[in-house]
T-cell receptor, first 114, second 111 residues
Framework: DGGITQSPKYLFRKEGQNVTLSCEQN?????MYWYRQDPGQGLRLIYY???????QKGDIAEGYSVSREKKESFPLTVTSAQKNPTAFYLC?????????????FGDGTRLSIL | RKEVEQDPGPFNVPEGATVAFNCTYS??????FFWYRQDCRKEPKLLMS???SGNEDGRFTAQLNRASQYISLLIRDSKLSDSATYLC????????????FGSGTKLNVKP
């Protein structure tokens, strides 16, 4: 089945530690995204990538980094510079430069601080 | 001003009721419009795209008003299973790959 796979489902971070969230898609989508959602809040864009080896900062990129070495994969690293990382992280993908193509989401990773 | 604004609710309605949500967007260059449903602690799932002439999918009807820059979602004959948060999403004709999310409208359908 085509879809987006995020792993792990739950992740715990220690102080000063970097952690990486995985996102893989087999939908052959060019564009991929990372969002953060805090309890009771909407989605906020962290980073997005329209094509391999290229990505842009979203609204809340500070303390995060990404890479896009393969079309299928868009991992997100939450660095120690992100002082309040506890949130629900959602990865999404969509077709590139095609009007009216919606985003498809993975089932998310919940990150907490130990 | 936010790109997309929604009434957070909650809308508390009895089973069988008809309920409508509106969503306003600020960018007149917005090109594509969507409604997503998000259950508690789950990922958003596409409910329906919104087309210029309006469209219907079973009990759900979506409308677009470009002149007033809003979209609406009408749910008829509400079911308990319709209880969720409904997210309005738009993107721009200048960048199909940038999506703007509303904060969502919470719906509670009561027995």
């Amino acid at each position: 089945d085509g879809g987006i796979t995020q792993s792990p489902k739950y992740l715990f971070r220690k102080e000063g530690q970097n952690v990486t969230l995985s996102c893989e898609q087999n939908l052959n989508h060019d564009a991929m995204y990372w969002y953060r959602q805090d309890p009771g809040q909407g989605l906020r864009l962290i980073y997005y990538s329209q094509i391999v080896n290229d990505f842009q900062k979203g609204d809340i990129a500070e303390g995060y980094s990404v890479s896009r070495e393969k079309k299928e994969s868009f991992p997100l690293t939450v660095t120690s510079a992100q002082k309040n990382p506890t949130a629900f992280y959602l990865c999404a993908s969509s077709g590139f430069e095609v009007s009216n193509q919606p985003q498809h989401f993975g089932d998310g990773t919940r990150l907490s601080i130990l | 001003r936010k790109e997309v604004e929604q009434d957070p609710g909650p809308f508390n309605v009895p089973e069988g009721a008809t309920v409508a949500f509106n969503c306003t967007y600020s960018n007149s260059a917005s090109q594509s419009f969507f409604w997503y449903r998000q259950d508690c602690r789950k990922e958003p799932k596409l409910l329906m795209s919104v087309y210029s002439s309006g469209n219907e999918d079973g009990r759900f009807t979506a409308q677009l008003n470009r002149a007033s820059q809003y979209i609406s979602l009408l749910i008829r004959d509400s079911k308990l299973s319709d209880s969720a948060t409904y997210l309005c999403v738009v993107n721009s004709r200048y960048n199909f790959n940038k999506f703007y999310f509303g904060s969502g409208t919470k719906l509670n359908v009561k027995p």
